[in-house]
């Protein structure tokens, strides 16, 4: 099936440190989507993307879905203790398909 | 955002009972759900797909008699373990996806340990 690639599998920053992380697939999706998941929780959605080149921003999150609709990333800027947790970055290869996730990546904010 | 719940947060059953698991959108209709297991510290990984008023669809490996789902409503689907095993011990999520958009919302999910 359908494979997400995502890295890095995991990240260890410092308090104030800008984070990057992306998604690639081998073929076109038509959506993306970044959610955050806390331990013992369920996914957050963060951003949602919908049209290549589309740059999305909440708070200090921004989200771009790339132009050849294969790839995007997620940025937080200047991160802290409560970003902690595990991003998943999730598509859908056509218009009403399943949504498809990325491994994740798991996130350490130290102080 | 939307709103999605789930209950129960945790369950601890015996071997060889039932156990059922209710998700609920609270601020909007959803006609399709989706129910999700979880290993740990693992990616989602779908086991059905829910239609309101029709059977679920359900993915490939995934037993339909082991896991019943019902969606008989446009705000509630269940998910019904039967006969649990401790191999069946695991975190069950659902999502439900807000009418004419991509978008799924989930549920906090439901720890399920089967003894």
């Known amino acids: 099936g359908q494979q997400l690639n995502q890295s890095p599998q995991s990240m260890f920053i410092q308090e104030g440190e800008d984070v990057s992380m992306n998604c690639t697939s081998s073929s076109i999706f038509n959506t993306w989507l970044w959610y955050k998941q806390d331990p013992g929780e369920g996914p957050v959605l963060l951003i949602a993307?919908?049209?290549?080149?589309e740059l999305t921003s909440n708070g200090r999150l921004t989200a771009q879905f790339g132009i050849t609709r294969k790839d995007s990333f997620l940025n937080i800027s200047a991160s802290i203790p409560s970003d902690v947790g595990i991003y998943f970055c999730?598509?859908?290869?056509?218009?009403?398909?399943?949504?498809?996730f990325g491994a994740g990546t798991q996130v350490v904010v130290t102080p | 955002g939307a709103v999605v719940s789930q209950h129960p947060s945790r369950v601890i059953c015996k071997s060889g009972t039932s156990v059922k698991i209710e998700c609920r959108s609270l601020?909007?209709?959803?006609?399709?759900m989706f129910w999700y297991r979880q290993f740990p510290k693992q990616s989602l990984m779908l086991m059905a797909t829910?239609?309101?008023?029709?059977?679920?669809?359900?993915e490939q490996g995934v037993e339909k008699d082991k896991f019943l789902i019902n969606h008989a409503s446009l705000t509630l689907s269940t998910l019904t373990v039967t006969s649990a095993h401790p191999e069946d011990s695991s975190f069950y999520i659902c999502?439900?996806?807000?009418?004419?958009?991509?978008?799924?919302?989930f549920g906090p999910g439901t720890r399920l340990t089967v003894t």
């Open positions: 993307l919908y049209k290549a080149g």
């Open positions: 999730a598509g859908h290869p056509d218009s009403w398909g399943k949504l498809q």
């Open positions: 601020d909007f209709q959803a006609t399709t």
């Open positions: 829910s239609n309101e008023g029709s059977k679920a669809t359900y």
């Open positions: 999502s439900a996806r807000v009418p004419r958009t991509h978008e799924q919302y």
